[in-house]
């Protein structure tokens, strides 16, 4: 992904013509085969927008995305179309994404019978599928609505599957689902990545959701990348003062180390999109801020080991 960008016409105000909202903004990062990347931040940040841009549900108006060769931003929908199979999306609301009208098994073997796999491969990979899953094979003559969120969620996953991609965009596939069965989904996301050996990028907004399974994690503030790495480095050693602020938010398993760590709570909301603070836009929530940050930009640099990116005039070291 590189220099990655969206920017959204701003309303018109009388007869004044106002810059665009930028909602994603020079976003660069890989993605390597079989790997989780945690993209991780607050509500607005343009995670969702950049998660539905790899995969081009949203056409970008600046930028790149090279998958498996082509940059598929550039490419017509027919151009297109043979990639689809190999990168999917789940989301959120398992309920919004699952049609209520039709049966598990249509729902999950959709995107096999786009490819024009014959009637009976269709029908052994949607058994195979669904047992994949945790789910059963009865489940497929059922609705939607006679599942948990959880399960369906899992229909969800298994229908993203089904045509085996190698890139999976999770938008934030367990924020609405209770705590105990988070972990559930989390833990066969996981397990089917080994299997499968599919590439994640897991979108949350917050960091301990995706400790567990991240590789590496991204955290975006206000359309950009403020600090990528090596998720044991950036858990460990938070070097963007907001990637600290994020993670003193993090329970610890251990009760002494929770009692006696300090929280940073940052003070106010994100700021909008469309009037952006100078300078680096997180100044006027950080604790470190100086003068400087009030008027330069800080960039994305490379800063400590395992390829960490920083962007930040006064990094933790
Ligand atoms: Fe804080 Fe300045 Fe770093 Fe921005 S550049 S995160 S305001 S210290
Ligand atoms: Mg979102």
Same mark, same amino acid.
Request: aromatic share 4%; hydrophobic share 40%.
């Given at each position: 992904?590189?220099?990655?960008? %969206?920017?959204?016409?701003?309303?018109?105000?009388? %007869?004044?013509?106002?810059? +665009?909202?930028?909602?994603?903004?020079?976003?660069?990062?890989?993605?390597?085969?079989?790997?989780?990347?945690?993209?991780?931040?607050?509500?607005?940040? +343009?995670?969702?927008? =950049?998660?539905?841009? !790899?995969?081009?549900?949203?056409?970008?108006?600046?930028g790149q995305v090279?998958?498996?060769?082509?940059?598929?931003?550039? !490419?017509?929908?027919?151009?297109?179309?043979?990639?689809?199979?190999?990168?999917?999306?789940?989301?959120?609301d398992p309920f919004?994404?699952?049609?209520?009208?039709?049966?598990?098994?249509?729902?999950?073997?959709?995107?096999?019978?786009?490819?024009?796999?014959?009637?009976?491969?269709?029908? @052994?990979?949607?058994? *195979? !599928?669904?047992?994949?899953?945790?789910?059963?094979?009865?489940?497929?003559?059922?609705?939607?609505?006679?599942?948990?969120?959880?399960?369906?969620?899992?229909?969800?996953?298994?229908?993203?599957?089904?045509?085996?991609?190698? /890139?999976?965009?999770?938008?934030?596939?367990?924020?609405? /689902?209770?705590?105990?069965?988070?972990?559930?989904?989390?833990?066969?996301?996981?397990?089917?990545? @080994?299997? !499968?050996?599919? $590439?994640?990028?897991?979108?949350?907004?917050?960091?301990?959701?995706?400790?567990?399974?991240?590789?590496?994690?991204?955290? %975006?503030?206000? +359309?950009?990348?403020?600090?990528?790495?090596?998720?044991?480095?950036?858990?460990?050693?938070?070097?963007?003062?907001? =990637?600290? $602020?994020?993670?003193?938010?993090?329970?610890?398993?251990?009760?002494?180390?929770? @009692?006696?760590?300090?929280?940073?709570?940052?003070?106010?909301?994100?700021?909008?999109?469309?009037?952006?603070?100078?300078?680096?836009?997180?100044?006027?929530?950080?604790?470190?801020?100086?003068?400087?940050?009030?008027?330069?930009?800080?960039?994305?640099?490379?800063?400590?080991?395992?390829?960490?990116?920083?962007?930040?005039?006064?990094? *933790?070291?």
């Amino acid at each position: 992904v590189r220099d990655l960008g %969206m920017t959204f016409p701003a309303p018109r105000q009388g %007869m004044r013509r106002t810059a +665009g909202i930028k909602a994603v903004d020079g976003v660069s990062f890989d993605v390597r085969p079989g790997e989780t990347l945690g993209l991780v931040g607050e509500s607005g940040c +343009g995670k969702s927008t =950049t998660g539905r841009m !790899l995969v081009r549900l949203l056409d970008p108006t600046a930028g790149q995305v090279d998958f498996q060769g082509n940059d598929i931003t550039r !490419l017509s929908q027919r151009a297109l179309r043979p990639l689809r199979s190999k990168m999917q999306i789940i989301f959120q609301d398992p309920f919004a994404s699952l049609n209520p009208r039709q049966p598990v098994r249509q729902i999950i073997s959709a995107p096999l019978r786009a490819q024009g796999l014959a009637a009976g491969e269709i029908g @052994r990979e949607v058994r *195979e !599928l669904i047992q994949l899953v945790g789910l059963a094979p009865e489940h497929l003559d059922r609705y939607p609505h006679q599942f948990s969120g959880g399960q369906a969620q899992r229909i969800g996953i298994a229908r993203a599957l089904a045509t085996r991609p190698a /890139l999976v965009v999770a938008d934030e596939p367990v924020s609405a /689902l209770d705590v105990s069965i988070q972990a559930q989904i989390v833990g066969l996301m996981e397990r089917l990545q @080994r299997e !499968l050996g599919v $590439a994640y990028v897991f979108i949350a907004h917050d960091l301990a959701v995706v400790k567990h399974l991240s590789h590496r994690v991204a955290v %975006m503030y206000l +359309g950009r990348i403020v600090e990528i790495g090596e998720k044991a480095e950036v858990y460990a050693n938070p070097a963007h003062p907001y =990637t600290k $602020a994020l993670l003193s938010a993090v329970p610890l398993p251990d009760p002494a180390a929770e @009692r006696a760590r300090e929280r940073i709570v940052l003070l106010g909301d994100p700021p909008s999109p469309a009037n952006p603070p100078s300078g680096c836009t997180f100044h006027p929530r950080c604790p470190k801020a100086q003068e400087i940050c009030r008027s330069e930009p800080p960039l994305l640099t490379i800063a400590g080991p395992g390829q960490r990116q920083v962007a930040c005039h006064f990094p *933790e070291s």
